[in-house]
């Protein structure tokens, strides 16, 4: 019985250079880290794509869909969106003023807070995320599409427990 992997790729042909040219170094990180490296750039492709032919930029995504999963009436405090999307409050200001500009979040004030804003998802707003949204999962469906379900919940399991503890240190 070999002990080949039933498929071969290019990760497999690096870390066999790697062995060759440098025995005295443990060159096995690489069959993980290589592969996850080369699936993130295919996964920012995918989402690129979704994106863009939904007619938004990530960082645009990425604050709506903040807002979005919030549930009626869609909204959160700016800092609340500093939060989420792990940007600095200059930035924040700046993405909420051109979100509004496009008409697709609107500040509103603060009712438990007289000198608070809201951002509030508009209904073009969320109409555009949604649609985005729906674009990006069939496209992350496609990148997993040679997993079966068994085999994406191993996946799954195996990456939480690689970034939980980064998960954590960033938490703290």
Known sequence: MSSEPPLRDEVDDLVAAWQAQ?????????QVLSRISRLAKHLDIARRGA???H???SWEFDVLSALRRQGS???LTPGAL???TLVTSGTMTNRIDRLAAADLVRREPDPTDKRGVLVTLTS??????????????RRENELLASLDETERKQL??????????FDAAAAE
């Not at 440098?22 to 690489?30: I, N």
């Not at 969320?126 to 990006?136: S, W």
């Open 22 to 30: 440098r025995p005295d170094l443990d060159a096995e990180p690489l």
């Open 51 to 53: 994106f863009t032919s």
């Open 55 to 57: 007619g938004l930029e």
């Open 73 to 75: 009436p869609f909204q």
């Open 124 to 137: 073009a707003g969320a109409e555009r995320v949604d649609a985005a949204l729906a674009d990006l999962l």
């Open 82 to 84: 500093v939060r989420a």
């Open 156 to 165: 799954a399991d195996l990456m939480r427990t690689l970034l939980a503890p």
